[in-house]
């Protein structure tokens, strides 16, 4: 098992969803070099910086893949950020996980 960033989803960015926010894994970041991230509220992707103890503001284009393992099983969803803001979040789930496409 390689590394690994945390992204941290507020409870309201999955409300559609039927899910609750909460911390995921990812792959989909530069590294991944056990970062923190989070996708806040208003639309943009920010990553925890140690030497600042701040989060700063980062510009993303494209889609990043979380996921968690729950009470209830494998949770998967896709981000989609274009312009560095949140277009959509839709949940997902891998063949080899779930054994059908989804």
């Known amino acids: 098992m390689g ?17 609750k926010g909460g911390t995921f894994q990812s792959c989909s970041l530069p590294g991944p070099y056990l970062n923190h991230y989070r996708i806040a509220v208003d639309a943009r992707l920010e990553k925890w910086c140690d030497e600042n103890r701040q989060w700063v503001v980062i510009a993303h284009h494209g889609d990043i893949l ?20 949140l ?16």
Do not use: N
């Open 3 to 19: 590394l690994f960033d945390e992204v941290y989803v507020p409870d309201e960015l999955l409300t559609a969803l039927g899910r």
């Open 66 to 85: 979380f996921y968690r393992i729950t009470a209830c099983g494998w949770e998967e969803y896709i981000a989609r950020f274009t312009d560095s803001r």
């Open 87 to 102: 277009a959509w979040i839709r949940q997902h789930c891998k063949a080899a996980m779930s054994g059908k496409e989804g």
